[in-house]
């Protein structure tokens, strides 16, 4: 049996059609992708993105653990930005792309794609966990929604009053509600579109779903994601690579260009230069 997110149930009540993505039960689409790809580049779209997944590292030895198996520079960045990467394997094939976020100094947050979560906690346990750094996958109580177009974070505003007119790209915040104090809104998106990700508990998932629905938000699916996504000429895991590219085959090597070691460098490096 598939996985289900805590909103299948209102993909069903919506009239959703649903299919199998990544072992997970999820929508490809509502009205029609044409129409919900329109949605995202004219007003607002929100899409359930809780099949993906979140891995918290933290302790004092969590940077230096971190570092050693990301391609993106993390000593450099600033608690509350985040920082597109990959995790490679020695051979420089892509364990998966990622993002991770600076939480506080010893502690990080590295959201994975749904198809290689598991084996992406396995990885980050074998080579990150230890005295020093704590590992754990954050899927038992957290989720994910992404609110996404050119009125998205004016929608966020009248509807949990959180106001990111001064949220650069790639940086994060928390709501200054106390109820959402351990909630995160991201001005990050995988649309090529303005917007953010929030990121919540589990249980609070589907009251936010029906409040910005309820304030002219249009839920889309995989479809609609996917389209957006070539549109804007962003990579998809198993597509553009896989463990058996690396980010030399796939013309991605600006995210690759810190000066320390990491795990599969030089076998990228070599790649890189046939």
Same mark, same amino acid.
């Given at each position: ?27 490809? *689409?509502? %009205? =029609? ?7 995202? #580049?004219?007003?607002? $779209?929100?899409? /359930? ?12 030895g969590s940077l230096e653990a971190?570092?050693?198996v990301v391609t993106q520079d ?52 074998? *080579?990150? %966990? =230890? ?7 954050? #899927?038992?109580?957290? $989720?994910?929604? /992404? ?56 249980d609070a998932l589907p009251d ?67």
């Amino acid at each position: 049996m598939n996985l289900r997110t805590v909103l299948y149930d209102e993909h069903v009540a919506r009239g959703a059609r649903m299919v199998e993505f990544a072992g997970w039960d999820m929508p490809v *689409q509502y %009205a =029609g992708v044409l129409a919900e790809h329109a949605a995202v #580049r004219t007003a607002a $779209g929100l899409f /359930d993105t809780s099949h993906m997944d979140a891995i918290r590292l933290a302790g004092p030895g969590s940077l230096e653990a971190l570092s050693r198996v990301v391609t993106q520079d993390v000593r450099t960045l600033a608690v509350g930005a985040c920082r597109y990467g990959f995790m490679l394997n020695e051979e420089a094939g892509v364990i998966d792309d990622l993002i991770v976020y600076r939480l506080a100094d010893d502690d990080w947050m590295a959201v994975v794609n749904a198809g290689t979560a598991p084996a992406d906690v396995a990885w980050l346990r074998r *080579q990150c %966990a =230890g005295p020093a750094c704590t590992v754990t996958d954050l #899927r038992p109580v957290l $989720g994910k929604l /992404d609110l996404q177009g050119p009125q998205a974070r004016a929608m966020l505003q009248r509807v949990l009053g959180v106001d990111t007119q001064s949220l650069r790209r790639f940086r994060w915040m928390r709501p200054a509600n106390p109820a959402q104090a351990d909630w995160i809104v991201s001005r990050t998106g995988y649309t090529g579109e303005d917007g953010v990700e929030i990121y919540a508990p589990l249980d609070a998932l589907p009251d936010l779903w029906r409040r910005l629905t309820g304030a002219g938000a249009t839920p889309c699916g995989l479809g609609a994601r996917d389209t957006l996504r070539l549109e804007a000429g962003l990579p998809l895991y198993g597509h553009e690579f896989d463990t058996s590219t690396s980010p030399a085959e796939a013309n991605l090597m600006r995210y690759c260009a810190k000066d320390e070691p990491f795990i599969g460098r030089e076998a990228l490096r070599r790649r890189a230069a046939a």
